[in-house]
Structures are given as structure tokens and as C-alpha cells.
């Protein structure tokens, strides 16, 4: 299947800091990305949609200015955790959806983000 | 999309084959049924999908049933590694959206 990394794959930072994550698409295109919080015994909530070229589409109790999404390439979508608290810490994953791919089209997941605010 | 059940949990002996079943009777007719997994602290990988035949890959059959309102992901031979917690996904084909439910967290056994 087709593979998408993101970086860093564990940050640890203090409050009030602004933390980047990337998701990259390494063999395919992805017009759209997705990107998922999971808080411990839980499971995936998606916070977002992020579309190549135009601003991300955000999920309902999802702070828009403060994850702050950007899509500018096809390959490359990046997610900022602005004035972080210890409440953002979690694992944070994004997925990619292969462009041109109907015929039920896939997202492949990456390896996931684990962010501690302290 | 259409709502889908899973047992929370689920053991099988290594080797045998894990059969882990999905219920989603409000299925429509343009919506896909997925499988992925979560292994612990890892993102999910993608299993497999169909839409009312029964597909198969490398990983794994899936089996849905004439009424497409059940499913069931068999691995046909189960090892240590397939350890995780396996989610059933129903999606609108072209709507990009996964909305991931409890799962089932499939041990297995030595």
C-alpha cells in the first residue's frame, strides 16, 4: 500500500509553545488529508480535512486558530498546535487519500505523533 | 454514514483463523465497508474493502453478506503480530471521511 510518514514522530514541549507536525505522502498525491487526534483508550477522532490549495475544513469542536492546518503541496500538509497545553497532549495522526483513486478510494494512515505539552 | 457494531474484544489461537464480524444494517447502497487495524501506539493500517462481493488480498477475505448489512474480516492463519484492535468502517463512496467506532481488540493467543 502506499505510504505516508509525518515528523517528528514524538515531541515534548512546554506550555504555551506552538508545536509543527508534518504528514507527507511519499509515493502518491494526495489532494486531501486528513488529520486525527486519539487520546489514550480511545479511539481516532477526526479534527479536519485539509484540501491542497484552499483552507482546511474543520471538524465541529475543533479550534480552527488554534490547529492551525496548511496544505500547500501535494505531498505535504502540516498541522500546528498553537500556544499548546498540557489538555493537547495525544497522539495525532494524518491520513492521505490517493488522488485519481475511485474506485473506492483508500486513505492510508501514517505513523502518528505523540505530543506531550508539559 | 451508516453506523457499524462490533464486539469490543475477541481472542483466537495463533495459527487458526481469526474471523472478526461487523453488523451495519443501515448500510446504503453507494457505501463501502473498510477494515484497518491499530496496532498499540502505531497509526492504522489499511486492511481491506469491498462494496458487496467478497474480496480478498493478501491480508485478508472479507466476507459481507447478500443483505450487505453484515461483514465479517476473516486472517486466515493468525500470528502474534496480528495483535490489535481491528476497526469496520462504512463510508459513502467519494465522501473522504472515516468515522472510526470502538473496534475490536483481537488477542492472539500462543
Known amino acids: 500500500g502506499a505510504v505516508v510518514s509525518q515528523h517528528p514522530s514524538r515531541v515534548i514541549c512546554k506550555s504555551g509553545t506552538s508545536v509543527k507536525i508534518e504528514c507527507r505522502s511519499l509515493d502518491f498525491q494526495a489532494t486531501t488529508m486528513f488529520w486525527y487526534r486519539q487520546f489514550p483508550k480511545q479511539s481516532l477522532m477526526l479534527m479536519a480535512t485539509?484540501?491542497?490549495?484552499?483552507?482546511?475544513?474543520?471538524e465541529q469542536g475543533v479550534e480552527k486558530d488554534k490547529f492551525l492546518i496548511n496544505h500547500a503541496s501535494l505531498t505535504l500538509s502540516t498541522l500546528t498546535v498553537t500556544s499548546a497545553h498540557p489538555e493537547d497532549s495525544s497522539f495525532y495522526i494524518c491520513?492521505?487519500?490517493?488522488?485519481?483513486?475511485?474506485?473506492?478510494?483508500?486513505?492510508?494512515f501514517g505513523p502518528g505523533t505523540r505530543l506531550l505539552v508539559l | 454514514d451508516a453506523k457499524t457494531t462490533q464486539p469490543p474484544s475477541m481472542d483466537c489461537a495463533e495459527g487458526r483463523a481469526a474471523n472478526l464480524p461487523c453488523n451495519h444494517s443501515t448500510i446504503s447502497g453507494n457505501e463501502y465497508v473498510y477494515w484497518y487495524r491499530q496496532i498499540h501506539s502505531q497509526g492504522p493500517q489499511y486492511i481491506i474493502h469491498?462494496?458487496?462481493n467478497n474480496e480478498t488480498n493478501e491480508m485478508a477475505s472479507l466476507i459481507i453478506t447478500e443483505d450487505r448489512k453484515s461483514s465479517t474480516l476473516i486472517l486466515p492463519h493468525a500470528t502474534l503480530r496480528d495483535t490489535a484492535v481491528y476497526y469496520c468502517?462504512?463510508?459513502?463512496?467519494?465522501?473522504?471521511?472515516?468515522?472510526f467506532g470502538t473496534g475490536t481488540r483481537l488477542t492472539i493467543i500462543p
Open positions: 485539509s484540501n491542497e490549495g484552499s483552507k482546511a475544513t474543520y
Open positions: 469491498g462494496l458487496k
Open positions: 468502517i462504512v463510508a459513502n463512496f467519494g465522501n473522504e471521511k472515516l468515522t
Open positions: 491520513s492521505a487519500r490517493e488522488r485519481g483513486f475511485w474506485e473506492g478510494e483508500t486513505q492510508y
